[in-house]
């Protein structure tokens, strides 16, 4: 398998332009993690979907913040407006449950991660 | 407020030498400990975990020590070898269906040759 890939690897924008980062998780896999990582605050989860469905959001920071999983092979994750403290690499992360019992933590498979620069 | 706390944002080695990696907790419900690895441009990759109901888990060169009653978990590395040198995160979670790792800061290690 391909792994998860995240795309762009690398964005530089100006204050207040829109900005989304796009994700395909590993087929098969029914969570997808969105993750920030700054040096002060290291890794951060934003949100998290299972089956396509948004389970918890509340590690996003802002209104100005959004995500959707329209299928269970894409995610995006949008900035609208974007903000120089915004600047980080984000994660996309996924995992599947397996036996269906409900998600053991463990394995994440992560992304290369999208390094986003706001000027 | 950082739940998991990694307080040596950075370790340098000898290769060969052991590597200790460090990680405090302050959530008691956290039953469950990983850590990652994160090589430069690259996405984090699980490496090791541990239950509480262990206070130990080895694998290969990799041993993670847990410490219920002081809330710590370690990291060793023995013998460090210079593939070795990455950010090393610390993350905890409770088993009761919880899907959220929560992350340390992470520590750099260097393992020079």
């Known amino acids: 398998d391909a792994g998860v890939i995240q795309s762009p690897r690398h964005e530089v924008t100006e204050m207040g332009q829109e900005v989304t980062l796009r994700c395909k998780p590993i087929?098969?896999?029914?969570?997808l993690f969105w993750y920030r990582q700054t040096m002060m605050r290291g890794l951060e989860l934003l949100i998290y979907?299972?089956?396509?469905?948004?389970?918890?959001d509340s590690g996003m920071p802002e209104d100005r913040f959004s995500a959707k999983m329209p299928n269970a092979s894409f995610s995006t994750l949008k900035i609208q407006p974007s903000e120089p403290r915004d600047s980080a690499v984000y994660f996309c992360?996924?995992?599947?449950?397996?036996?269906?019992?409900?998600?053991?933590?463990?394995?994440?498979?992560f992304g290369e991660g999208s390094r986003l620069t706001v000027l | 407020d950082q739940q998991v706390k990694q307080n040596s944002p950075s370790l340098s080695v000898q290769e060969g030498r052991i590597s200790i990696l460090n990680c405090d907790y302050t959530?008691?419900?956290?039953?469950?400990f990983l850590w990652y690895k994160k090589y430069p441009a690259e996405g984090p990759t699980f490496l090791i975990s541990?239950?509480?109901?262990?206070d130990k888990n080895e694998d290969g060169r990799f041993t993670v020590f847990l410490n219920k009653s002081a809330k710590h978990l370690s990291l060793h590395i023995v013998p460090s070898q210079p593939g070795d040198s990455a950010v090393y995160f610390c993350?905890?979670?409770?088993?009761?269906?919880?899907?959220?790792?929560?992350f340390g800061k992470g520590t750099k290690l260097t393992v020079n040759p």
């Open positions: 992360a996924s995992v599947t449950a397996g036996t269906g019992l409900g998600l053991i933590p463990g394995e994440l498979f």
């Open positions: 087929s098969g896999h029914d969570y």
């Open positions: 979907f299972n089956n396509n469905v948004p389970i918890d």
């Open positions: 959530n008691s419900m956290f039953d469950y």
């Open positions: 541990i239950s509480s109901i262990k």
């Open positions: 993350a905890a979670a409770t088993q009761g269906g919880s899907e959220k790792l929560v």
